[in-house]
């Protein structure tokens, strides 16, 4: 396994559009998270889902984003029209709730950009 | 809530030399776990050191290791014989159960 991986790398869209990004966790690894990263700042947690369920929202999720695991493998987050300020890094990252002390494996991101 | 802190948007090292970043946090819980994130220019973020709290020593992996002070919510990292691969953004995180918290990160750059 090559680690998590995440599609595209690079989104370039206008405001008001949606737009949907994937990600493909390490492949024994039922848990899977999302993050949001701007520029100079660590990451923020979005989302957690263990399986298929979606476990945990914050509340930065606003009604425009939402996220789905539908058979506990891949994941995808969607954001509907789209707003400058959605413009950051979004980060994926999985672990597995076998592991003692559950590392999460990052991926290496999509980097979104709202023009 | 829990937040963690680094104080050391930058640093900077002589190749070959020690470096400490600095974390503290903030937490009402006994039982947690800490990281430490490395993540290069246009490169993903890989772990870098993990400590449980309820372990007294401290975490050691290689040319990296900590200092947790757990009474004072402290977690330093000393990278030992610093290379020039070793420049990247480090973020100290912070979790309990599914809440991780990240800090705001050091800019790491390692001089020739």
């Known amino acids: 396994d090559t680690g998590v991986s995440q599609n595209p790398r690079h989104k370039i869209t206008k405001r008001g559009q949606n737009v949907t990004f994937r990600c493909d966790p390490i492949?024994?690894?039922?848990?899977l998270y999302w993050y949001r990263q701007t520029l100079g700042q660590g990451p923020e947690f979005l989302t957690y889902?263990?399986?298929?369920?979606?476990?945990?929202k914050s509340r930065l999720l606003s009604d425009r984003f939402s996220a789905e695991r539908p058979k506990g493998s891949f994941s995808t987050l969607e954001i509907q029209r789209t707003e400058q300020g959605d413009s950051a890094m979004y980060l994926c990252?999985?672990?597995?709730?076998?592991?003692?002390?559950?590392?999460?494996?990052f991926g290496p991101g999509t980097r979104l950009l709202v023009l | 809530a829990q937040t963690v802190t680094q104080s050391q948007p930058e640093m900077s090292v002589q190749e070959a030399e020690t470096v400490t970043l600095s974390c503290t946090y903030d937490?009402?819980?006994?039982?947690?776990?800490l990281f430490w994130y490395k993540q290069p220019p246009s490169r993903q973020m890989i772990l870098v050191i993990r400590?449980?709290?309820?372990?007294?020593q401290n975490a050691t992996e290689n040319r990296f290791s900590v200092n947790f002070q757990k009474a004072a919510k402290s977690f330093s990292l000393k990278i030992s014989d610093s290379q020039l691969g070793d420049a990247a953004m480090y973020f100290c995180?912070?979790?309990?159960?599914?809440?991780?918290?990240f800090g705001a990160g050091t800019r790491l750059t390692v001089k020739p």
């Open positions: 400590q449980e709290a309820y372990k007294q």
């Open positions: 995180a912070y979790r309990k159960d599914n809440d991780m918290r």
């Open positions: 990252a999985s672990s597995s709730a076998l592991v003692l002390q559950e590392t999460q494996y």
């Open positions: 492949s024994e690894h039922n848990r």
């Open positions: 889902f263990q399986n298929e369920a979606q476990l945990e």
């Open positions: 937490t009402s819980e006994s039982d947690y776990y």
